[in-house]
């Protein structure tokens, strides 16, 4: 599935990051590779919302956001990857190729069950949806 940049005025924005209400799930677009000065923004930006509504995540991955980042880059993100408190992560629009590097790099950091790739944001809600009554009746036999 390729989802292409449609709107000039997305382009301004290397993503777009915001709390979905209804859903309860942080929603994320990220719609250019990330460089040096925007994956700090994405942090910051991230790191604005409480570990709850960080918990759930649905993003896109958009064409542009899916080239490969350098060492800088995957400096900075491993520094700050536990700024952002997620459970489970719903992710669309990847490549075969990323979905393969995620898993690699994600199993390895002991997270490869936490998130999955969809090719519809429907099936994705719906993962999510299960995530959520699975982690909400743990949590209630634990009591």
Known sequence: MNINLQETTMAKEKFKLWYDEK???????IYERFDVES???FYNEATKYTPEQQHYVVGWLYDEAQKM???????IAKEKGDLVHFKK???L????????VAQIVMSAQGR????????????ALAWIREQKALDKKALATQR
């Open 93 to 100: 629009g990847a490549k075969p190729v990323i979905r393969m």
């Open 39 to 41: 994956l700090e923004r």
């Open 69 to 75: 980042v350098g060492k800088e880059e995957r400096k």
């Open 112 to 123: 490869g069950k936490d998130f999955k790739f969809f090719d519809s944001e429907e099936e």
């Open 23 to 29: 859903e309860g799930v942080l929603r994320g677009e």
């Open 89 to 91: 992560m719903a992710l």
